[in-house]
């Protein structure tokens, strides 16, 4: 049940990066047709940082799509690094979804606790890997 699971995840996670990229661009594209400006700041700094807040989330989203792939494929539990980013994703998960509530609706919310389903359940079906399990009988005597 641990490949299937660590492919959705993965799926999921690639379609919500293309999602927040597609999102970020069509928030840039009003922001540059408006000229809108946020305190003074130039509009054309909003609309790259608009841009790379897209490009970065979504490359941050493809890097744990492609942890839980290669967790897919090798059937063991992601690296340290890769345990980290998936992580992350799910605490910033945790986060968006709290606020999501209140700004756009339950239907967001219920996908954001969905995708942090998904990727908890990745990080603890493989559990830890052998190499890093405490022996059986304990710490041998001194």
Not at 25 to 33: C, H, N
Not at 114 to 128: D, K, N, W
Request: charged share 10%; hydrophobic share 60%.
């Amino acid at each position: 049940m641990r490949r299937p699971m660590a492919w959705v995840a993965a799926a999921v996670l690639l379609v919500e990066a293309v999602g927040i990229v597609v999102i970020n661009g069509i928030l840039a594209t009003f922001v540059d047709g408006q000229s809108m400006s946020l305190d003074g700041l130039d509009p054309g700094a909003m609309v790259v940082g608009t841009w790379a807040m897209g490009g970065g989330l979504g490359l941050f989203l493809a890097g744990c799509a492609t942890v839980c792939v290669v967790a897919a494929v090798r059937d063991r539990s992601p690296g340290r690094f890769g345990r980290g980013l998936l992580i992350a994703a799910a605490v910033a998960h945790g986060v968006l979804g709290a606020v999501t509530v209140g700004l756009v609706g339950w239907s967001a919310f219920a996908f954001l606790m969905v995708v942090l389903g998904l990727i908890v359940l990745v990080l603890t079906s493989y559990g830890p890997r052998k190499a890093e399990r405490a022996p059986a009988g304990g710490p041998a005597p001194a």
